[in-house]
């Protein structure tokens, strides 16, 4: 039987390949564990093997997993779902990242509730790259305004951008989504000093996203197995 140990040596595999086949330096993209719907006992299976950062979709549910592992000081915890004005307290005072800023009353919300003595909490733009109705997320020609607003708030660090392609693409099509996240990672790390995180790749595309030029990758059913 493959232990969660098991599976994230084989998932660092395929990003070390990834990698080789992209020509970029092997330390250039992290593995980002999603850990949605998992027992505590499978993270701190990964923290043992040598995983530090996980990433959560649900509210409650990672800010109960942070709490039941706060024996583990140097996880580095990652919000990735849609999130509501109303648990924007939540993430602000529990997580050290979000990935899904989509408008400005989340961001002055998260920057407002913000403890002081966690210093300034660090955000990506999600971008909805392929405009689907259904999901979440700016427009390509809306990021710049939104990374102008979050870039002014106080307790908030810009760092770059997080986008989920449309899974029903042909391969030429996803290349493409990537190119354009690429593409505008490239002109804000031109007006930001603090950008230098382009968070997109799962499972299924991977590959193509670290060849693209993503700095992080999101896995969850690889590490973890499927998910209840």
């Known amino acids: ?8 040596h084989c998932a660092q595999n395929l990003i070390a390949q990834s990698l080789n086949n992209a020509n970029r330096p092997a330390n250039a993209v992290k593995l980002l564990a999603v850990s949605k719907t998992k027992p505590v006992s499978d993270l701190r299976a990964a923290y043992i093997a040598g995983q530090r950062l996980f990433g ?3 509210v409650q549910e990672g800010v ?25 307290r ?8 979000v990935h899904s800023v989509d408008r400005l009353k989340i ?42 607003a979050v870039s002014s708030c ?8 997080m986008t989920i392609p449309n899974a029903s693409q042909n391969n030429t099509q996803l290349d493409q989504s990537f190119q354009r996240m690429a593409t505008l990672f490239t002109d804000l790390k031109g007006q930001y000093s603090t950008i230098d995180t382009l968070s997109m790749g799962m499972s299924g595309d991977l590959d193509q996203a670290i060849s693209a030029g993503s700095t992080m990758v999101r896995l969850g059913t690889a590490i973890f197995g499927a998910r209840t």
Not at 90 to 97: I, K, N, R, T
Not at 154 to 161: A, D
Request: proline share 3%.
């Open 64 to 88: 109960s997993k942070i709490e039941a592992l706060q024996d583990l000081k140097d996880i580095e915890w990652h919000f990735i779902g849609p999130l509501q004005s109303n648990k924007t």
């Open 107 to 148: 961001a002055g919300r998260l920057s407002d509730q913000r403890p002081h003595y966690k210093g300034p909490m660090n955000v990506c733009i999600q971008v909805n790259i392929d405009d689907e109705e259904s999901k979440s997320g700016v427009s390509a020609d809306e990021v710049g305004a939104l990374a102008d």
């Open 90 to 97: 939540l993430v602000a005072e529990h997580f050290d990242w």
């Open 1 to 8: 039987m493959q232990t969660i140990a098991d599976s994230l």
């Open 154 to 161: 106080v307790n908030l660090r810009l760092r770059g951008l």
């Open 56 to 58: 959560e979709n649900y």
